[in-house]
């Protein structure tokens, strides 16, 4: 397990099913089993851009726990920390696409990783790293899993690592009146937050990227989404919008995360804060082409293009359209 780690990444991976066309799912169709989980997305996108990263949380001892490690591993993140629990199982979740949308059907009652604790921080403390990345979904798995956000998050049980929060509400997983005090209390404690503004409409009542700021108040860097319209970035020198580029969009789910990882490769890279947004947007774009919650990573040359110009320029880009 190396010690040189840029962003450690903590939070729950299934296997996630997916027809291999990217269509709906029926009983003749063909499949990819591929890890999905917000947190070792992040891991996974930011390692393919060279950056070291950790990703730490409990699997079962069964074969779709293998293929979250073989396929994080592949990617080039550190596993070390990673729990293989023999009593409970990898989670697994199906995506089925429409073109009413994608609807998401989870299987992940009594996981490994619903059984996490602050007991883990014994394991964990001392792996340092500049950047802690988690997401709001660890706080509805299980009550010791949302004292282990308030560990981390909170209490800053890691260290003086920077604490990176992406809200990243579950309907599916608890209710709004239960979601929304805990998530603002996680995000007002954070230093980086990553939102989508109808989520934070959902949750606050807030309307606007600016009234998500007001309410909010504690985090030096938050990043409000407004899907395909733009992202804005508050920070101690005001707020820095970035249009959205225009994207054919074959699957939406995991393009938040791409989002985060590209804002924070960006950070890693002391870009300045329209870069910051730019790079989001780059690395989210590629997901938003894609049947998985993964894409290839871009190459240097499409990154110094996507930093160098304004997003609604992208598609004059044969490399942008077809990378």
């Not at 956000?149 to 239960?178: E, M």
């Not at 820095?240 to 990882?261: I, K, L, N, Q, R």
């Amino acid at each position: 397990m190396r010690d040189d780690i840029d962003v450690f990444c903590v939070g729950e991976t299934m296997v996630m099913v997916t027809a291999s066309d990217g269509g709906p799912l029926s009983a003749d169709g063909r499949y990819l089993l591929r890890p999905g989980g917000a947190e070792s997305n992040v891991a996974s996108a930011l390692a393919s851009l060279g950056h070291a990263t950790r990703w730490a949380s409990a699997l079962g001892d069964d074969p779709l726990g293998d293929i979250v490690l073989s396929d994080l591993a592949r990617n080039g993140v550190d596993l070390g920390l990673v729990v293989r629990d023999p009593l409970h199982r990898t989670g697994v979740f199906f995506k089925n696409p429409s073109p009413e949308g994608t609807k998401v059907h989870y299987y992940r009652d009594g996981s490994a990783a619903s059984m996490m604790s602050v007991e883990l921080l014994k394991q964990w403390s001392p792996a340092r790293a500049g950047i802690v990345h988690v997401s709001g979904i660890t706080a509805a798995l299980s009550d010791d899993c949302r004292e282990l956000l308030q560990a981390i998050v909170i209490d800053r049980a890691l260290g003086d690592a920077v604490v990176s929060f992406d809200v990243n509400y579950r309907p599916a997983l608890w209710p709004t009146t239960r979601a929304a005090p805990e998530l603002l209390r996680l995000a007002r404690a954070s230093d980086i937050v990553f939102v989508g503004r109808d989520e934070a409409e959902t949750l606050w009542g807030t309307s606007t990227a600016a009234s998500v700021d007001r309410l909010l108040q504690g985090p030096a860097h938050l990043v409000v989404k407004d899907g395909a319209l733009d992202a804005t970035e508050f920070h101690d020198g005001g707020a820095t919008v970035c249009a959205a580029p225009v994207v054919e969009v074959v699957e939406p789910v995991g393009a938040g995360d791409a989002f985060a990882s590209g804002w924070l490769a960006g950070r890693l890279r002391a870009a300045d804060a329209d870069e910051r947004l730019r790079f989001g947007h780059l690395m989210a774009s590629r997901v938003l082409r894609s049947s998985t919650d993964a894409a290839p990573a871009p190459s240097q040359a499409e990154i110094a293009h996507a930093l160098a110009h304004d997003p609604r320029d992208w598609r004059r880009s044969t490399t942008l359209v077809e990378g």
